[in-house]
């Protein structure tokens, strides 16, 4: 069994900065991808960014503002946040793909909510 547990949420004005942080933990013998998404009431869950072998994926509404990143040491990713706009209000979703002793795993942590104030 894995786990992703994420931390880092909270208020700031428009304008401030947040680090969001998922580390997962369990039977891991490999993490393909670890990234983000969001979601606000009513609207569907949306990529944020992804975190890849191969590089960074960014959405284009945070592109030059978020930058994703990786600890591999200690299987966690995180969510720089920068120049913060109340339409980054949402529950940010940490997501990996994990290979583990059950195979190929794809999980979520429980969420993390973020608001931005102006």
């Known amino acids: 069994q894995v786990q992703l547990v994420e931390s880092g949420g909270g208020l700031v004005q428009a304008g401030g900065s947040l680090r969001l942080s998922c580390a997962a933990s369990?039977?891991?013998?490999?993490?393909?991808?670890m990234g983000w998404y969001r979601q606000t009431p009513g609207k569907q869950r949306e990529l944020v960014a992804t975190?890849?072998?191969?590089?960074?994926t960014y959405a284009d509404s945070v592109k030059g503002r978020f930058t994703i990143s990786r600890d591999n040491a200690k299987n966690t990713v995180y969510l720089q946040m920068n120049s913060l706009k109340p339409e980054d209000t949402a529950v940010y979703y940490c997501?990996?793909?994990?290979?583990?002793?059950?195979?190929?795993?794809?999980?979520w942590g429980q969420g993390t909510q973020v608001t931005v104030s102006s």
């Open positions: 369990g039977r891991i013998s490999r993490i393909n991808v």
């Open positions: 975190l890849t072998s191969s590089g960074p």
């Open positions: 997501n990996a793909e994990i290979v583990s002793g059950l195979g190929i795993v794809r999980t």
